[in-house]
């Protein structure tokens, strides 16, 4: 039988995978979707296999980022699936089915409190237990649970760090999962003589996850997100990639994106250790830790204005991702952008902020402050691939056909755009780019090893 199109799948705010689950009957996939109007929060839908007609499963709330993982009980009459608070918190829920697998009551979540980075869910042959992945990302581990309740999961002693996507057999006795792994350094880039040349990953470098830095304005040090101690938290070194250290131990959820203070004295942060996501700020020496954002929504990806005075971040409060500018030692916040905006970065004189658009797939704008028309500076960037000097702006492009990156210079005086130098590695990922006080560095976060094994367990029960 020739293959057909079902459906396109939109996978730019990296719900978790699995996206499909058939039904028993073989006869329709569910899979996460959008209406028609093009509403950013992916819901799950029932897609017919003979005609592909949609019908929406979920309707998840507009601040979170949607519904994935989905996951149909032997006898066809539960969804479990996974809600994705942010890109790390989420809720495992499950929605009561109708004999023609329409819902039949709203979803209950199986735990009180979120659950870190599930990736993927697999109910046993019984339909007693669900089978889960769940933990630090690049540490998750196996879980199973009672959907009955309590809910008092149990960790599966023989799958070790990076477990992820359980499938368990139809026939019962067999469980099969990914073990992952993923070794992500930051690389320089260094001016010599009117020329770049890539240098050498950062020393000190760990096997773990090290990414999104920002180099301190004296020129002295780097901040960024590592999970080098088990937790993504924020770390420092000196620029030379010596002297490590742990500034933030909150020991869950995600804590990263540090932007350091115009007198390199604190740096601003987000993190989702209370469940959402939140703005921090910390003195350089990791004393004097407190939460700036006090609303419910969702608040990242923050910096600082020149003058040290106020923090901008990005935040869902309005009903979409936008700018907002709130006082450094906390208070009311008002918004800065209107057509979307985010990481937020304000020009040397202050008198501009640049931002991306979206999240994903977006390029580089600029509005006149305090807040005026915006106007399209670069057509497409990297997630957070772009900074600001007071000559230009340094980014990096999506990647090309071959997955290559490479760094690129626009010159805001002249217009003209050059090419500084190309990385090294191929690849879907991109975490990050910073440039030192005196122009000379350029820093950027390059996944230099990626692992994966397929585990079979026989005789699981």
Same mark, same amino acid.
């Given at each position: 039988?020739?293959?057909?199109?079902?459906?396109?799948?939109?996978?730019? %705010?990296?719900?978790?995978?699995?996206?499909?689950?058939?039904?028993? /009957?073989?006869?329709?996939?569910?899979?996460?979707?959008?209406?028609?109007?093009?509403?950013?929060?992916?819901?799950?839908? #029932?897609? !017919?296999?003979?005609?592909?007609?949609?019908?929406?499963?979920?309707?998840?709330?507009?601040?979170?980022?949607?519904?994935?993982?989905?996951?149909?009980?032997? /006898?066809?009459?539960?969804?479990?699936?996974? $809600?994705?608070?942010?890109?790390?918190?989420?809720?495992?829920?499950?929605?009561?089915?109708?004999?023609?697998?329409?819902?039949?009551?709203?979803?209950?979540?199986?735990?009180?409190?979120?659950? =870190?980075?599930?990736?993927?869910?697999?109910?046993?042959?019984?339909?007693?237990?669900?089978?889960?992945?769940?933990?630090?990302?690049?540490?998750?581990?196996?879980?199973?649970?009672?959907?009955?309740?309590? !809910?008092?999961?149990?960790?599966?002693?023989?799958?070790? +760090?990076?477990?992820?996507?359980?499938?368990?057999?139809?026939?019962?006795?067999?469980?099969?999962?990914?073990?992952?792994?993923?070794?992500?350094?930051?690389?320089?880039?260094? +001016? *010599?003589?009117?020329?770049?040349?890539? *240098? *050498?990953?950062?020393?000190?470098?760990?096997?773990?996850? +090290?990414? @999104?830095?920002? @180099? =301190?304005?004296?020129?002295?040090?780097?901040?960024?997100?590592?999970?080098?101690?088990?937790?993504?938290?924020?770390?420092?070194?000196?620029?030379?990639? *010596?002297?490590?250290?742990?500034?933030?131990?909150?020991?869950?959820?995600?804590?990263?994106?540090?932007?350091?203070?115009?007198?390199?004295?604190?740096?601003?942060?987000?993190?989702?250790?209370?469940?959402?996501?939140?703005?921090?700020?910390?003195?350089? /020496?990791? =004393?004097?830790?407190?939460?700036?954002?006090?609303?419910?929504?969702?608040?990242?990806?923050?910096?600082?204005?020149?003058?040290?005075?106020?923090?901008?971040?990005?935040? #869902?409060?309005?009903?979409?991702?936008?700018?907002?500018?709130?006082?450094?030692?906390?208070?009311?916040?008002?918004?800065?952008?209107?057509?979307?905006?985010?990481?937020?970065?304000?020009?040397?004189?202050?008198?501009?902020?640049?931002?991306?658009?979206? $999240?994903?797939?977006?390029?580089?704008?600029?509005?006149? #402050?305090?807040?005026? +028309?915006?106007?399209?500076?670069?057509?497409?960037?990297?997630? %957070?691939?772009?900074?600001?000097?007071?000559?230009?702006?340094?980014?990096?492009?999506?990647?090309?056909?071959?997955?290559?990156?490479?760094?690129?210079?626009?010159?805001?005086?002249?217009?003209?755009? $050059?090419?500084?130098?190309?990385?090294?590695?191929?690849?879907?990922? @991109?975490?990050?780019?910073?440039?030192?006080?005196?122009?000379?560095?350029?820093?950027?976060?390059?996944?230099?090893?990626?692992?994966?094994?397929?585990?079979?367990?026989?005789? @699981?029960?």
């Amino acid at each position: 039988m020739p293959e057909r199109l079902l459906a396109e799948i939109d996978t730019r %705010r990296r719900l978790p995978t699995p996206f499909l689950a058939w039904t028993p /009957d073989g006869k329709f996939v569910i899979a996460p979707g959008t209406d028609a109007g093009g509403d950013e929060t992916r819901a799950l839908f #029932l897609y !017919p296999v003979e005609t592909g007609a949609k019908q929406r499963l979920t309707s998840p709330p507009a601040d979170t980022r949607g519904d994935t993982s989905p996951a149909l009980s032997p /006898d066809g009459r539960t969804l479990a699936f996974v $809600r994705c608070r942010s890109y790390t918190v989420h809720d495992l829920c499950l929605l009561p089915l109708s004999d023609a697998f329409q819902g039949a009551g709203e979803p209950r979540k199986v735990f009180a409190e979120p659950q =870190s980075n599930i990736a993927g869910v697999a109910w046993t042959r019984d339909g007693k237990e669900l089978i889960y992945s769940s933990g630090q990302l690049g540490r998750q581990a196996l879980w199973r649970v009672s959907p009955a309740g309590p !809910p008092a999961p149990k960790r599966l002693p023989f799958a070790g +760090e990076g477990a992820l996507h359980p499938v368990l057999s139809p026939a019962g006795g067999r469980l099969a999962y990914l073990l992952y792994s993923e070794d992500t350094n930051l690389w320089r880039i260094q +001016e *010599s003589g009117n020329q770049w040349r890539v *240098s *050498s990953a950062l020393p000190g470098s760990s096997s773990r996850f +090290e990414g @999104f830095p920002d @180099f =301190s304005p004296d020129g002295e040090r780097i901040a960024l997100m590592s999970d080098r101690s088990g937790t993504l938290e924020i770390w420092t070194c000196r620029k030379d990639g *010596s002297n490590w250290v742990q500034l933030t131990r909150f020991g869950k959820g995600l804590t990263g994106f540090p932007r350091w203070s115009p007198d390199s004295k604190r740096i601003v942060f987000d993190s989702r250790a209370e469940g959402q996501s939140d703005i921090y700020v910390v003195n350089a /020496d990791g =004393s004097g830790l407190r939460r700036l954002t006090k609303d419910p929504s969702y608040a990242a990806l923050p910096s600082w204005s020149r003058d040290g005075k106020s923090v901008y971040f990005c935040s #869902l409060r309005s009903g979409q991702y936008q700018t907002w500018r709130m006082p450094a030692e906390g208070g009311e916040a008002i918004q800065v952008t209107r057509n979307g905006g985010v990481g937020g970065v304000e020009s040397h004189d202050g008198r501009r902020l640049y931002f991306a658009n979206r $999240r994903f797939d977006s390029g580089v704008w600029r509005v006149q #402050l305090p807040s005026g +028309e915006e106007t399209e500076v670069i057509a497409a960037v990297s997630w %957070r691939g772009f900074a600001v000097t007071g000559e230009g702006i340094y980014f990096t492009p999506p990647a090309d056909e071959q997955g290559k990156h490479s760094v690129q210079f626009l010159d805001l005086a002249t217009g003209k755009t $050059r090419v500084i130098a190309a990385l090294p590695k191929s690849g879907p990922f @991109f975490y990050g780019l910073a440039v030192s006080a005196d122009g000379r560095t350029i820093l950027w976060a390059q996944t230099d090893q990626i692992s994966g094994d397929l585990m079979l367990v026989e005789k @699981f029960r």
